[in-house]
């Protein structure tokens, strides 16, 4: 079982998005949702409205069918750097702790999924969280990094649905997790 984890964030990195299955069925879903608008990529702020509506719709079906499970945590990032800053005397200390709380929370997730860390074949990551990469490798210590997968891509709807509260539905299925900080 090769499994995938997907992380990108909406909203200046206030809620980030998590995607968490088996390779070759979020490699499915993607070309499902690719095909449905007719692009080779999905990023959320870059499509029209009416195509939101449909990736976030058939998405939504989607974690209802298969065996996915999907997450956001919401968390001001800025305001959390802020908040370490004071304890920290380094920016880069502080950034760290901030990304270790939320690394803390995704590893969660994929606990109340049933799936351990070191199960996790590959980490799909959105370029804006490169720097998570040093302690990623920490908290997922088997997997390769995968920076601009399309994992990240399905992460990236994930966090944009609940960044623009477009739609809610995915906090109905029990197959969907939000933790906020």
Known sequence: MSLVLGMDTSGNLRFFGIILGEISVLSHIYSELTSLIKRSHIHMSAIKKNEKR?????????????????????????????MFAGRFHSKKKAKNRAYREILV?????????????????????????????????????????????FASELADIIAYANYASLDKSFVKTKKFFYIRM
């Open 54 to 82: 449909m990736i976030l719709n058939s998405l939504s079906t989607i974690l209802e069918k298969k065996d996915v499970f999907a997450g956001c945590i919401k968390v001001d990032f800025q305001r959390r750097l802020r």
């Open 105 to 149: 929370r995704v590893a969660n997730i994929c606990s109340y999924a049933g799936v351990l860390t070191t199960k996790i074949f590959e980490v799909h990551l959105d370029s804006e969280l490169r720097d998570l990469e040093p302690q990623l490798r920490k908290f997922f210590p088997n997997a390769s990094i995968v920076l601009e997968g």
